[in-house]
């Protein structure tokens, strides 16, 4: 089992910056890769960034690239989403996961095991 706690939402207008933090517990060795998603009302959800905890390799969604960074503190078994460069689209409840298997590079929420309650971001322009 593996515990996910997402913190850092928040207002900001377009143009602004936020960054979310996830601190994972439980059997934290199991993870592959350490992904955030995002779910816009009457929207699916949307794979934005992972990163494979063994090397911290990331992966981004285009609509993201550029503007937001995904890290690691393996010390504290965090996972980092800096967002830069908001914009009105990127309003959403962000959601952390855990992928144990080695497909979490596809940002498929299928593919996760393990998710956290979310934390809202509100982009205003």
């Known amino acids: 089992q593996v515990q996910l706690v997402e913190s850092g939402g928040g207002s900001v207008q377009a143009g602004g910056s936020l960054r979310l933090s996830c601190a994972a517990s439980g059997y934290t060795d199991s993870r592959k890769y350490m992904g955030w998603f995002r779910q816009a009302p009457g929207k699916e959800r949307e794979g934005v960034a992972t990163i494979y905890t063994r090397d911290a390799i990331p992966y981004y969604a285009d609509s993201v690239k550029g503007r937001f960074t995904i890290s690691q503190d393996n010390v504290k078994n965090t996972v980092y989403l800096q967002m830069n460069s908001l914009k009105p689209e990127d309003t959403a409840m962000y959601y952390c996961?855990?992928?144990?298997?080695?497909?979490?590079?596809?940002?498929?929420?299928?593919?996760?095991?393990?998710w956290g309650q979310g934390t809202q971001v509100t982009v205003s322009s």
């Open positions: 996961a855990a992928d144990l298997s080695y497909d979490g590079w596809r940002l498929k929420a299928e593919t996760y095991a393990y």
